[in-house]
């Protein structure tokens, strides 16, 4: 689903945008009016003129219907909420005949209006009293306006022509009667953040109502979007082009239309071509016609899909969803140990995609849910709306402050002073460092060593090793990554694996501590609660002592809840801020400037060194990046360079253009070979690969002496050009670390028969942590936040080029002009783009734990709900738990 919201234009704009909803081809709009506001009524036909009084916010004598705080010349007058049907229900309205056409388009408009009715029941609020003090609950009214295409595009075939998009632009009016008759604006941001619910909720409604007609429902994904049955990937591909202009443009930003919506309208707006004139048989003529061309047989192709309708009983759809509520409070906090109720019911609704099931389920799911205990409402939030998680991450996370609590009371074996004080001396630690090795060789049996990026942590743990093992103790390290594991093995001569290994370690019941071991834990910012709570848990055990080393203003964790933070609300951290890795004094405090949120002073600084470039397009963006990476190469090839990007899909186009580049340098050779793989974050895609190729190693093997990040460089590909046990039979031969290895795909390959294999030409910011080079190059987008820019712009010691795509930023800033300007030249100040980039990279984004927000009645009821777990202690008045 995409949802647009913007600002109010001058009145001429009013009757354009009226021909646009109302005129042409498409069928008349409904209004969607339950409450009967401003004298609608609910189905019936939108009237032009009524259309565009209500639109200026007028009554029938053109008086203003808004309370005088309202009446702004500048005010909103609607929001779009856009609900585009996926494209292979396009595809079957566009050939059907129109008895079923008729069908598929009830389906949307009961989609719609179910959809409309969430955001009215949840999201529907405006503002009264002194300063907007008051929040309340209103009603929604919207015209809803079908159509039936997308903008022209070029397609595959050359061809140009608009391709079939069932959707519907809601357009609710930005204004409702508040409780004391008076009317004033909705709250637009409790609206705009209910968007993905409402998508979820339009794709279950949709599914729902085309399953009852016939069609059968498969490839279910993020947010409940799916695909018809029986319609190919190939015909969904090929009639997409306009959507495959519009992501292609977002790619190198950084996002996809379903991430990033404003940004998509407005590259939607900057690209697109005028809306076909012609009359609907005209167009679907068209459609018909080029449906040959790639195999599709018009004429009977919707009605071929009634073969694939789903065979569900009533009690398999009941089953089915039961299986997917079981499993939904683990999913739900996979990544976030704290949800909102949008995310909660919007997960629910996605669950809902498939089962046949009315998308009205989901609130009685939500409902059974809370009365079962499997989820707990925690408390509310600024706004008064409802914060959740589940007792699992609530025990985990109170038992996390618990047992780092009682560690910090124990008492442990003294280190050998003498050989801290020697070691940090020999490596001329400065005074930070040495008052933290201190802490760190102490009688606790748990320190914690914060730092800034570049301040030297991985230095300063030299002397603590070195004390703990003059006194015969045990020093092992873990870390989140292999690479940073491996690096603590090779610069401090401890035993050193990644976290997971350890963990997978346990579970085979072989552990790897005792009450004489050290376990240093690196990127400790990076444990997520449930990894916090595996390495706690076994420490306590044990007798063991733990020291974490990292950063919360770095990066966060990828998985639920912020573990190292928790830790900080049992004990004090020790923090080094002294950085020692950039040369230059002004790079040392730009980077504590991104640090601290001062982005505007850092970016000024880059400016002012000509480190600050601004490119006018994406493609300016790249070509610049791959010509730095040449320049550096042809000067100074022994040093180290890095290419940073926010996204795989990035990381990705920049390595293509890259490859491109040594190609025509005669540096890569020989054809390329097609290899099917999973990015790190396990999304699907292909790489080509051939002599000269740089790579990474992506997963751990052991035969090939490989660990996740390790980098090689391919000098042969053989493809025996034969199938054997049904696989390519290609073999890659490659040097890593001065070695000779050879293997093949399916070698790497996952669960899938993906190759856990990838470029080495740019990395991620999460995989850039840790790592130290001469030299880097950032691609800037407007989805850096400040914990993103902080590890981006500390990699190098010598140089750091931030480059930022200018295009996207004015994009951006259009869609926060007024309707009638958004197709104005993108024009804005260097001063207007950087500030605006500064805000961004300024925001701080911390993972948030279920300390932050929690109702201690609320976790006494879950724990008398869900007898399988023990209540381990009250303190203050919080119940910790943990699983029996």
């Not at 003529?285 to 195999?295: K, L, P, Q, Y």
């Not at 998308?359 to 079962?372: F, P, S």
């Not at 981006?792 to 951006?812: E, F, G, H, K, V």
């Amino acid at each position: 689903m995409v949802a647009t919201w913007n600002p109010a234009a001058a009145s001429g704009y009013y009757l354009r945008q009226s021909d646009y909803y109302l005129g042409g081809q498409e069928p008349a709009g409904i209004w969607y009016a339950p409450a009967e506001d401003f004298g609608l009524a609910d189905g019936a036909s939108v009237d032009r003129d009524e259309f565009e009084r209500l639109f200026l916010g007028h009554d029938e004598n053109g008086s203003s219907l808004l309370s005088k705080a309202g009446r702004r010349l500048d005010r909103t007058p609607a929001f779009d909420v856009t609900l585009s049907a996926p494209r292979s229900v396009s595809l079957a309205w566009a050939f059907a005949d129109p008895a079923t056409r008729a069908l598929i388009e009830d389906a949307q408009a009961k989609a719609a209006r179910v959809t409309l009715g969430l955001l009215e029941r949840e999201a529907a609020f405006a503002r009264r009293g002194r300063n907007g003090a008051i929040i309340e609950h209103v009603a929604l009214s919207a015209a809803c306006f079908q159509h039936g295409e997308s903008r022209p595009a070029a397609h595959a075939d050359e061809r140009i022509f608009a391709d079939p998009n069932l959707h519907t632009h809601c357009v609710v009016l930005n204004m409702a009667t508040r409780t004391d008759g008076s009317v004033g604006a909705l709250h637009s941001k409790i609206l705009r953040d209910w968007k993905m619910a409402a998508g979820a909720t339009y794709h279950a409604a949709l599914a729902a109502e085309l399953q009852a007609i016939g069609f059968g429902i498969d490839r279910i994904g993020r947010n409940g979007i799916f695909e018809l049955r029986g319609v190919g990937d190939d015909a969904i591909r090929y009639f997409s082009a306009r959507r495959n202009e519009i992501e292609a443009e977002l790619g190198l930003a950084g996002t996809t239309s379903a991430e990033a919506a404003a940004l998509a309208a407005a590259v939607t707006r900057a690209t697109r071509n005028a809306k076909n004139g012609g009359s609907a048989s005209a167009r679907e003529e068209t459609w018909r016609e080029v449906a040959v061309g790639i195999g599709l047989d018009g004429q009977q192709f919707t009605q071929g899909l009634f073969v694939h309708g789903n065979t569900l009983t009533s009690e398999q759809a009941e089953l089915l969803l039961q299986e997917k509520m079981a499993a939904l409070p683990r999913d739900l906090t996979e990544h976030e140990s704290v949800i909102d109720r949008r995310e909660l019911l919007g997960s629910v609704a996605a669950s809902l995609v498939g089962t046949g099931l009315a998308a009205e389920r989901a609130d009685a799911e939500v409902e059974r849910l809370l009365a079962d205990g499997a989820v707990v409402e925690l408390g509310k939030d600024a706004l008064g709306l409802p914060r959740y998680s589940t007792p699992e991450m609530i025990a985990i996370e109170r038992e996390i402050v618990r047992l780092a609590a009682d560690l910090a009371t124990r008492a442990w074996h003294p280190a050998d002073q003498s050989a801290l004080f020697d070691e940090s001396n020999r490596l001329t630690l400065n005074a930070e460092q040495k008052e933290a090795a201190l802490a760190a060789t102490g009688s606790s049996a748990i320190v914690i060593v914060e730092g800034a990026p570049g301040s030297g942590k991985t230095t300063m743990l030299a002397p603590i090793v070195a004390a703990h093992s003059a006194t015969g103790l045990r020093v092992v390290g873990a870390a989140t990554a292999w690479r940073v594991a491996n690096a603590l093995r090779d610069e401090l001569g401890i035993e050193s694996r990644a976290t997971a290994s350890w963990m997978e370690r346990l579970k085979q019941g072989r552990p790897f501590l005792d009450r004489s071991s050290v376990l240093v834990v690196d990127e400790a910012g990076l444990l997520s609660s449930r990894e916090m709570h595996a390495l706690l848990t076994e420490v306590h055990r044990t007798d063991a002592k733990l020291i974490l080393v990292g950063d919360r203003r770095q990066l966060q964790a990828i998985g639920a809840g912020p573990g190292l933070d928790l830790v900080t609300r049992a004990i004090n951290a020790n923090r080094i801020d002294t950085i020692v890795r950039q040369r230059e004094e002004w790079a040392r405090e730009a980077v504590m400037a991104f640090g601290r949120g001062d982005a505007e002073s850092a970016l000024a600084a880059f400016a002012d060194r000509g480190q600050l470039i601004q490119t006018e397009t994406n493609a300016a963006a790249l070509d610049r990046i791959v010509a730095l990476r040449r320049e550096h190469m042809a000067a100074a090839a022994q040093d180290q360079f890095l290419i940073i990007a926010r996204t795989n899909a990035q990381v990705a186009i920049i390595s293509r253009a890259i490859r491109n580049d040594l190609r025509e340098a005669g540096q890569i050779s020989g054809p390329d070979a097609a290899i099917r793989t999973a990015t790190p974050s396990g999304h699907e895609t292909q790489i080509d690969l051939a002599a000269g190729d740089r790579i990474r190693f992506l997963a751990r093997s052991d035969r090939l002496g490989v660990v996740n990040g390790t980098t090689g460089t391919v000098t042969k590909i053989t493809d025996a050009e034969h199938e054997a046990g049904g696989r390519t039979a290609l073999t890659i031969e490659a040097t890593v670390e001065g070695r000779r290895i050879c293997f093949t795909p399916d070698d790497l390959a996952d669960e899938k028969g993906r190759a856990r294999l990838g470029w080495a030409y740019a990395t991620t910011v999460y995989g850039s942590q840790g790592m130290t080079v001469d030299r880097a190059v950032v691609l800037l987008d407007p989805a850096f936040d400040r914990h993103a820019i902080h590890v981006a712009s500390s990699r190098a010691r010598d140089a750091t080029t931030l480059i930022m795509d200018r295009s996207a930023i004015d994009m951006r800033l259009a869609a926060d002009r007024p309707l009638d300007r958004q197709d104005d030249p993108l024009d804005s100040s260097e001063e207007e783009r950087r500030k605006w980039l500064a805000e961004r990279l300024s925001r701080a984004q911390a993972k948030a734990s279920t300390f932050d927000t929690f109702l201690p009645n609320r976790a006494h009821s879950a724990v008398e709900r869900r007898p399988h777990l023990d209540t381990a202690f009250v303190r203050s008045g919080v119940v910790l738990e943990h699983g029996s």
